[in-house]
C-alpha cells in the first residue's frame, strides 16, 4: 500500500480538483522565482505530509 501511495505521487493520479490548487500554487512559485523543479518536490513533500498519517492509520487498523 505504502509503495502504491509513494507510486502515485510521481504520476498523474492527483484529483482534478486538487489540480487547480496546484496550479495557482505553481505560478505564484513561478512568479517568485523558483525553478520547476523545485516548485514539484515542495507539492509531492506536502501531498506526502497529508497522506503519510492516513497510510499509517489504516494500517495499524488492520
Known amino acids: ?3 502504491r501511495a ?3 505521487l510521481h504520476g498523474d493520479r492527483v ?3 486538487s489540480q487547480y ?5 505553481y505560478e ?7 525553478t520547476r523543479r ?3 518536490r515542495c507539492l509531492k513533500r ?6 503519510y498519517p492516513l497510510i ?3 494500517r495499524q487498523s488492520a
Do not use: F, H, W
Open 21 to 25: 490548487v496546484a496550479q495557482a500554487y
Open 1 to 3: 500500500m505504502l509503495r
Open 56 to 58: 499509517t492509520i489504516n
Open 38 to 40: 523545485e516548485i514539484i
Open 28 to 34: 505564484r512559485r513561478l512568479a517568485e522565482g523558483k
Open 46 to 51: 506536502y501531498v506526502a505530509g497529508e497522506i
Open 15 to 17: 484529483p482534478r480538483s
Open 6 to 8: 509513494v507510486g502515485d
